[in-house]
């Protein structure tokens, strides 16, 4: 196996997030195995509701809750839902609104509401795929100002995603007549790191949100690490 020098191969802002656990360290990199659709035998699905059924049982044998968040990367409110909810069993209809993903989030299951999202009406299987590869912090949905966020998709120069302009604006259009006659549309995604916010998933929506005058909007934020999350709840969360 040849040694290649990680400046070479990977983006700067992902170098930077592995020099920081890394940082002058041969590592190996195994090679991605392939997952598993959405609702198939032992699929993601399944894994979720183990994982909530073992942490029920350590708290009930004694684990408070702050180890089990500590143990399955989780927040202390994730962890409340799920130890403390008698609808566990109860199974949740998903549907592509906000009102859907509180009652997902109501039961513990915001993640899954989330991969339920992303691999239907989302259309966005790559990210839903990248999600799963590490454990991550879930929040909300909570209602955050849009003046927190940018677009990454758009027709502008310079911009991450660039698409057509024609389809960007028919595509916004579209929205701003939903949401006029629908007030039950799903949250934006947002990824907090560095100190700041990516828009993950929502870049239409957000677009017709802001030429509609809307100043504040329902978001799902994903974090990665803890510190991270730490500095979200301190600044955002009341």
């Keep these: 196996m040849n040694y290649e ?10 170098l930077k997030r592995v020099q920081k656990f890394a940082a002058g360290k041969l590592i190996y990199i195994p090679e991605t195995i392939a997952k598993r659709s959405w609702g198939e035998t032992s699929g993601y699905k399944r894994y979720l509701v183990e994982r ?3 942490i029920k049982e350590k708290f009930i044998s004694g684990s408070t809750i702050e180890n089990l968040a500590d143990e399955y990367n989780l927040s202390i409110e994730s962890i409340k839902k799920i130890v403390y909810t008698k609808s566990e069993n109860k199974e949740l209809t998903y549907k592509c609104s906000l009102s859907s993903a509180k009652e997902f989030a109501d039961a513990g ?5 989330v991969h339920l999202f ?3 009406d989302g259309h966005n299987k790559a990210f839903s795929d990248g999600l799963k590869l590490f454990d991550r912090y879930y929040l909300g949905p909570v209602t955050m100002p849009l003046s927190l966020f940018s677009r990454c998709c758009g027709p502008e120069e310079n911009i991450k995603y660039q698409v057509s302009e024609e ?3 028919k595509r916004v259009q579209a929205l701003k007549e939903k949401f006029k006659s629908n007030d039950d549309m799903p949250p934006l995604i947002v990824h907090f790191v560095d100190h700041g916010f990516e828009l ?3 870049n239409h929506r957000f677009e017709a949100l802001t030429q509609l005058g809307v100043k504040e909007y329902p978001v799902i934020v994903w974090i990665t690490e803890k510190d991270e999350y730490d500095e979200f709840v301190k600044k955002y969360i009341p």
Excluded: M, T, V, Y
């Excluded at 299951?109 to 509401?113: D, G, I, M, R």
């Design 109 to 113: 299951k915001l993640e899954e509401w």
């Design 167 to 169: 389809w960007f604006e």
């Design 5 to 14: 020098n990680a400046a070479d191969i990977l983006p700067e802002d992902l």
């Design 52 to 54: 909530n059924q073992e």
């Design 118 to 120: 992303l691999l239907s």
């Design 200 to 202: 993950c998933d929502g």
